[in-house]
């Protein structure tokens, strides 16, 4: 387990150092000049040349890499051209909102996904399961954005119950709408996900068996059933995690919600380089660290699997 | 013998497939007496597992019994509600399965998946524990109390299938349903399996009901045996005289097409022609008159019955083997092919 | 197109011609009260405050309630005044040497008073190249002495800004220039106090000191920014107590929470997005709320003339005959009017209906056209290649905009293929010389002087560049440049003006580097508790004249 | 049982005809991680002779399925050598190899899985003949044609795709494939087991016609002792990667050598009540052992009811010698058996 950690670990650096590499080369080969963004449009060229030299924007791009991989290894991510601010700060500051939401969001796709997926495995073909199948396409279907927006306008306009986004320091009324919105797309996702999974279960001999021994229906699905679908969940559940957490862009948009995926996409569109850098890298560490979590969560869950 | 434990009538239980109703079993009717071991013989798709799993009501989706009774103690499990039935199972009548290493749960505890079939029926924790690795111990598990705690992937096979049979006995039932236990296995261990059988049917008077295709284990294990042929009971009756003197045309090719490690000779196997039939459309008559050397007219329209044709031994035949040997000089045949005793209608293709 | 994207510099000009209509203010005629908080819903966090660096319109709208600088517009007009400066500066009869005395008694928020050391060291820091500010490097501010050799870093300080005592500064110029004042007024000529850029750090940019009407409460990046009434703030108060901008709303949510209350300005410095003013000009409550005046902006087509087809002058004025300017402006909801030169229409020396090319009322002279690409050489025999349209995809109008342009050449049977680019990409391939032929292209004045419109995008020196060029069609004229020269010095503002005009009759009339097709409406909606909003023609948001009713 | 003429009597065939495939030693080994490797094979030698059934039986995991897949070298050996005639398959490589292999033919236990579903039962029949481009056109149809009715299936099927067929219907077209080249040697990976008790007779009697007619030479492979002992002419048993007994399958039948071999024979029940409950079962204690971890000396004596531990038993592996005449077997104490 120790050796395999470490062998993961291990990995996680090297994946970090593709997803450094592969970022900045497609950070140099996007169109656009950072120091005119910088500079604002309207700058003179001259202007905008010498703010190019001074964001180190001439040196040969093997050079700013090697410097950037330099930095980056001491937990120095650079200034953020467009807050003129330190990167890392920038990421952590916000990365509490997006933590709390992708938590939310998780959730939300288990409490929501979970028991529709139940519904709908055990009674296959039945009117429930198609109901439920209905419900799963609409959320997969629905635009998240737009999904955002008629919640917003529902419950935040149309009866005034939520806030109307913003992220009011955490507090749950103005997690609730996000987080919904965000989840629901996921429970939809999972209600299949578990479907298919349980109906790939349900008729293993060892359901059989259970039943066999008059064992209840409830039983059967949550001590026989479901912790044999857990791992095709968890593994789910800790890519969405992952993904999450990485930051939710467009929900975090429609909701005004301070995290990091709002954050990475202005500095996307501000060709905010070393923000953009920042993010993905912390991103990444937080998708491979989220699979590391998987997969030591498999030994719990199976256990078949040892490392 | 006594009152029977099991009375089956009439028994049929379908599967709505996509391209047609599929008879699985279609017409059982059996009894089975309380401590005996009967043997349930046939090929795959004959329907004696379908069988099986009807009495308990396991039927899997989108299988189901469409017509019968299935009477234990008096009681007709088939009208039971779902508790009712629930409560049967594993307590008075227990299953134990084909593949021990699919039949058992992956995550759970070898000893828990045990204890459970006892807590299901309201036994403590701690008695269902104690029970547990008793019933381990019998069923020659050694080092009970450490092997309670592995999981189903830790033990051979042959310990799997002992902890399925420890399952199966955990509240001393009536019953127990042995669903070609020892398929999976290897010959060695078949045997180990089969011995503890025996010895648990004679010590504790469980009832077993062996279904199986292997001829051999019918012959060690059983006292009396059924054949099911295309969802029907085509023989039935006490081992010895089943396999000395079988009355049915498909019992006999049967026994002549295996091959026996203690034959002395070389002979040459008489395999029976053709393919089982297709469950959505049997022939009719006797579902094994295209495939039957001794098939006469009635065959092909009439639906024999199964009727007495020794002291406890019947068939449902229009030609029993006795009639074959003395019209159609059956014991000199080299191949069975359809029709080849009697020449009616001969020479289909396969 | 710079238009709709938030780094954008937006100016409006002239606004007084409308304001006279009574429809650029969402005021009442009830007093105004003191007191209360003002919610703007913003949707992008504001880049930074530090006056040396932001170059952008969000920026502003907070830097305009942080600092004053020497100069500024009196009221709703885009006549200067005299702001930190007790007065006008005086100017030097060759019109070089501007000497501005002080007001006394005006403080940082820090309570220390400001000096004329607090200017000097505002703009050295300004121009200096390691603050990494736009103005360094010579635009606006490259005429005032010494400030080459402050760049090439020669010198420590410009030799040209002279603290001639705590309340006298002097500025030397190497060359007269009439738009100089204006450039005093930009938000680059904020002063702030040393000792606080000193105290912040890297970071001043999140912690501002200025001497405005408000200061900055709190700013927690992504969610909120705070501004408090500044009660020590020498000019006349604001009425608000407090301005919440909550950041990070989309402009959809910002409007519902308007509806709300929650909200009393959405995004108060862009042009809505068409589907909004469509929505807003239907709502009862608001379509009287919503506020209109001209945006001081050209938008036109830039053909480069040194790329072919575009070398050749018969074919860019076939070009200019084509855009059917008034369905430009019908895809824009009828936020623009038709402007087939080179200037605003509220800006001073703007020629009312100018026409050179004697087109249509959409803007258009097909028949000419034809006739123009037959003398060209075009024909059945030698049909005109296609061409890429290059524009910036901004919001959803951009395509539709485009599109349009498409159809119009359709009709003289000239093939436009539509390429579409982030604004990033956008200003990098038209900024580069040789690499785009034709863009759809806008530009948005910095400060209200027709100067602004011809030096960063029309003269040779905007074209000789080899980058993050401003010049999109790299067209130079020596006559045109001479005129300019000409125009910066003049101290006549009459003679002047008309220098401005014979330079649109080259462009518009004689050289056609571009197809100039409109210039635009700014749109804005307040919140029914707002009182004195006034949509500024040079500022994107000016507090200090709104006071609300109601709410909290 | 009621008599029916014999058609061939076992060891109806010399036992010294020439050796068609030639076994030495031969070792193939698994990698299992951290180092350890699984013996699968280990140590390995024996030799197939012209036109004789040889049986290979053993438990699951006695690696009788890799024996078959390395000499028919669809993976490499480990250490060893073997020959066919007299060609050494372990040092060819590529194409000779390839060439070579057309002689060695595999019938597969899954019928089912080993067609692909797309293809005719023409043309996966023709399949290695397209592969060696040995016929083409009229000729190739024509021997498609006699395939099918080689294995008594209706020539005219060759248009039907695998799932019209049934089980033993689909295993007669695997045997035609293998057919197809005229092999020399084929072996029979548990070419039976999945089949149904009635059809299994109809596959088994086919073999044994078609290695009649073709002059075939079977590697028969099955965990079925039975129909082992009814197709071989000489039976060959493995425990754990070695082989612990080679006989003539009467002989290894009636008179085992090995304990192993008897204990597996006791096993298997007889399909008559009368005979079977007289029958004494050798009862084996414990599981066979990991292969990754073999026991010392002889690998069976941790579960052999005549085993002398330590010595020799657990010390010193016994080698497979000549017990009898043209009897092997690798045990000790071999006359206790």
């Known amino acids: ?307 | 013998m006594a009152t029977p434990i099991l009375q089956v009538r009439d028994l049929r239980t379908q599967f709505a497939m996509p391209d047609g109703i599929i008879k699985a079993v279609d017409g059982v009717s059996f009894d089975l007496y309380p401590g005996e071991s009967l043997g349930i013989v046939g090929e795959s798709g004959s329907g004696k597992s379908v069988t099986a799993l009807s009495l308990l009501r396991l039927v899997p989706h989108p299988g189901r019994i469409v017509s019968g009774e299935v009477l234990f103690r008096n009681q007709d499990l088939l009208q039971m509600t779902d508790q009712e039935i629930r409560e049967i199972r594993g307590r008075d009548i227990a299953m134990i399965f084909q593949d021990p290493q699919s039949s058992l749960n992956p995550v759970l505890r070898t000893g828990f998946q045990v204890d459970e079939a006892m807590r299901a029926h309201g036994k403590s924790k701690a008695d269902a524990h104690a029970r547990t690795i008793e019933l381990l111990t019998k069923v020659r598990i050694p080092a009970a109390e450490s092997r309670v705690k592995d999981y189903p992937h830790q033990l051979s096979g042959g310990m799997r299938q002992r902890a399925m049979i420890a399952m199966g006995l955990a509240n001393a039932p009536a019953i127990l349903l042995a669903d070609e236990p020892t398929t999976a296995l290897d010959v060695t261990v078949q045997a180990q399996i089969l011995e503890l059988l025996a010895d648990l049917n004679r010590e504790l008077g469980t009832a077993i009901v062996m279904i199986t295709h292997n001829m051999g284990v019918v012959a060690g294990l059983c006292s009396r045996v059924m054949v099911m042929y295309a969802g029907q009971i085509v023989e039935e009756g006490p081992v010895e005289q089943i396999f000395e003197s079988p009355q049915h045309p498909y019992t006999w090719s049967l026994l002549k097409s295996i091959p026996r490690v203690d034959a002395l000779r070389h002979e040459r196997l008489r395999s029976i022609q053709g393919m089982a039939p297709d469950l959505a459309d049997p022939p009719a008559g006797c579902r094994f008159h295209p495939r039957c050397p001794f098939r006469i007219e009635e065959c092909f329209t009439k639906e024999p019955k199964l009727l007495d044709v020794a002291p406890n031994q019947r068939a449902a035949c229009w030609v029993t083997m006795d009639r074959a040997r003395r019209e159609m000089g059956a014991d000199t045949l080299i191949d069975i092919h359809p029709g080849a005793g009697s020449g009616v209608r001969p020479g289909e293709e396969i | 197109m710079r238009y709709h994207v938030r780094s954008v510099a937006a100016f409006a000009a002239g606004v007084m011609l409308l304001a006279a209509c009574g429809n650029t203010s969402s005021g009442t005629s009830d007093t105004p009260v003191s007191g209360g908080t003002l919610n703007i819903a913003m949707k992008d966090d504001f880049k930074t405050l530090d006056p040396a660096v932001a170059y952008d319109t969000d920026s502003w709208s907070v830097e305009r309630a942080i600092y004053n600088g020497l100069l500024d517009y009196q009221g709703f007009t885009t006549q200067l005044g005299p702001d930190i400066a007790a007065a006008m500066p005086t100017i030097s009869s060759d019109g070089k040497t501007y000497t501005f005395t002080l007001r006394h008694g005006v403080k940082f928020s820090n309570g220390r008073e400001v000096t004329a050391d607090d200017f000097k060291y505002s703009f050295e820091r300004m121009l200096n190249p390691k603050t990494q500010g736009p103005m360094t490097g010579g635009p606006f501010w490259g005429s005032v002495s010494g400030t080459a050799d402050f760049y090439s870093g020669k010198a420590t300080g410009i030799s040209g800004i002279k603290v001639i005592d705590p309340y006298t500064l002097e500025i030397d110029l190497d060359s007269p220039n009439q738009s100089f004042l204006n450039v005093l007024a930009m938000p680059f000529g904020f002063v702030i106090p040393k000792e606080a850029v000193t105290a912040a750090g890297t970071d001043y940019a999140h912690h501002p000191v200025g001497t405005g009407p408000f200061t900055l409460a709190t700013w927690t990046p992504g969610q909120l920014l705070v501004l408090k009434k500044n009660p020590s703030y020498f000019g006349t108060p604001a009425y608000l107590n407090e301005v919440d901008f909550q950041i990070g709303v989309d402009a959809q949510v910002g409007f519902l929470r308007m509806q709300q209350g929650q909200a009393d300005l959405v995004q108060p410095d862009i042009n809505m997005p068409s589907a909004q003013y469509i929505q807003l000009s239907t709502d009862p409550t608001f379509k009287s709320r919503i506020v209109k005046a001209p945006n001081v902006d050209i938008w036109y087509l830039g053909m480069n003339v040194n790329v072919k087809p575009f070398d050749n002058k018969l074919v860019r004025q076939a070009f200019n005959m084509v855009v059917n300017k008034a369905n430009q402006i019908k895809v824009l909801n009828g936020r623009g009017v038709i402007n087939n030169g080179i200037q605003a229409p509220p800006m001073p020396g703007f020629v009312p209906n100018y026409n050179p090319l004697g087109l249509d009322a959409k803007g258009q002279s097909l028949d000419k056209a034809k006739a123009l690409l037959t003398q060209a050489g075009y024909g059945p025999s030698h049909p005109f290649p296609a061409q890429d349209l290059v524009y910036a995809k901004v919001n959803a109008d951009s395509d539709n905009l485009a599109s349009a342009i498409q159809q119009d050449f359709q009709s003289v049977g000239i093939t436009i293929n539509l390429k579409g680019l982030s604004f990033p990409a956008f200003l990098d391939v038209t900024g580069k010389p040789n690499t785009t032929a034709l863009s759809y292209d806008g530009w948005i004045q910095d400060f209200p002087d027709p100067s602004d419109f011809i030096d960063p995008i029309l003269t040779c020196t905007a074209a000789n560049v080899t980058a993050n060029g401003g010049n999109v069609a790299f067209y130079c004229n020596k006559q045109l440049d001479t005129l300019d020269d000409q125009a910066r010095g003049d101290t006549n503002s009459a003679d002047r003006l008309k220098l401005y005009q014979q330079i649109q009759d080259i462009v518009a009339g004689q050289d056609f580097p571009w197809v100039p097709m409109y210039s635009t409406l700014e749109t804005s909606v307040s919140a029914t508790r707002v009182h004195g909003y006034q949509l500024h023609p040079v500022w994107p948001l000016v507090l200090t004249s709104i006071w609300v009713t109601g709410g909290k | 049982m009621a008599s029916t003429p014999a058609i061939a009597t076992l060891s109806s065939r010399p036992s010294n005809a020439r050796p068609l495939v030639r076994v030495e030693n031969v070792v193939k080994h698994f990698p299992a991680g951290r180092g350890q490797s699984v013996k699968a094979v280990d140590g390995v030698s024996f030799e197939i002779r012209q036109g004789e059934t040889l049986g290979l039986v053993g438990e699951s995991g006695c690696g009788k399925s890799t024996l078959a897949r390395l000499v028919t070298q669809l993976i490499p050996v480990t250490s060893g050598k073997i020959f066919i005639g007299d060609v050494e398959l372990t040092k060819l490589r590529g194409e000779k190899l390839r060439q070579q292999r057309r002689q060695l033919q595999v019938i597969f236990q899954d019928p089912f899985a080993s067609l692909d579903p797309r293809m005719t039962v023409g043309d996966i029949i023709a399949e290695p003949l397209d592969n060696f481009k040995v016929m083409r056109g009229k000729a190739r149809d024509q021997r498609i044609q006699e395939l099918l009715r080689l294995v008594g299936l209706n020539p005219n099927f060759d248009n039907r795709y695998p799932h019209e067929f049934s089980g033993g219907q689909r295993q007669r077209i695997g045997i035609a494939r293998a057919l197809a080249l005229n092999p020399s040697l084929v072996v029979c990976d548990e070419a039976i087991s999945a089949l149904d008790v009635s059809i299994q007779a109809q596959i088994v009697n086919l073999l044994e016609d078609l290695q009649r007619e073709l002059k075939l030479t079977y590697l028969f492979i099955a965990h079925d002792l039975s129909v082992v002992r009814h197709i071989s002419d000489r039976v060959m048993v493995m425990y754990l990667g070695k082989i612990v007994e080679v006989a003539d399958s009467t002989q290894t039948y009636t008179n085992p050598k090995h304990p192993y071999t008897k204990a597996l024979l006791s096993a298997i029940p007889v399909p008559d009540p009368k005979v079977q409950r007289g029958r004494r079962l050798v009862e084996l204690t414990g599981e066979i052992p990991s292969p990754l971890h073999p026991p010392s000396g002889c690998r069976f004596h941790t579960r052999c009811p005549i085993a002398r531990l330590p010595a020799p038993c657990a010390e010193t592996e016994p080698p497979l010698e000549e017990k009898d005449r043209d009897h092997l077997a690798a045990c000790h104490f071999s006359s206790d058996v």
């Open chain 1, 1 to 307: 387990m120790t050796r395999y950690i470490i062998r993961r670990l291990g990995w996680m650096v090297v994946v970090l150092f593709g997803v450094a590499v592969v970022t900045f080369i497609i950070a140099f080969l996007v169109p656009g000049d950072p120091a005119r963004l910088y500079a604002g449009s309207n700058a003179s060229p001259a202007s905008v040349a010498i703010i190019h030299h001074q964001l180190g924007l001439d040196r040969p791009v093997y050079v700013q890499f090697v410097d950037y991989l330099w930095r980056v290894l001491h937990l120095d991510f650079g200034y953020s051209y467009r807050y003129s601010a330190p990167v890392l700060p920038a990421i952590l500051q916000r990365f509490p909102a997006t933590a709390e939401l992708a938590v939310a969001g998780v959730f939300v796709e288990v409490i929501v996904g979970l028991p529709i997926g139940i519904l709908a495995a055990t009674r296959p073909g039945s009117i429930w399961d198609r109901i439920t199948m209905v419900f799963t396409f609409v959320t997969l279907a629905a635009p998240p954005f737009w999904l955002g927006l008629i919640f917003l306008y529902v419950f935040g306009a149309l009866i005034p119950i939520f806030p109307l986004g913003g992220y009011g320091n955490g507090a749950p009324q103005y997690l609730f709408l996000p987080a919904l919105t965000l989840g629901l797309g996921g429970a939809g996702y999972y209600a299949r996900l578990l479907r298919a999974v349980l109906l790939d279960i349900l008729p293993k001999d060892y359901i059989r068996t259970a039943n066999a021994k008059g064992v209840t229906p409830g039983t059967v699905m949550f001590r026989h059933a479901l912790p044999n679908a857990l791992t095709v969940l968890v593994t789910q559940l800790g890519m969405d995690l992952g993904y999450f957490l990485a930051g939710v862009v467009v929900i975090e948009t429609v909701f005004a919600w301070p995290g990091i995926g709002k954050q990475a996409v202005d500095a996307i569109f501000n060709l905010d380089i070393p923000l953009v850098m920042g993010t993905v890298l912390f991103g990444a560490l937080l998708i491979v660290g989220a699979n590391v979590a998987v997969d030591i969560a498999y030994t719990f869950i199976d256990p078949r699997v040892r490392y």
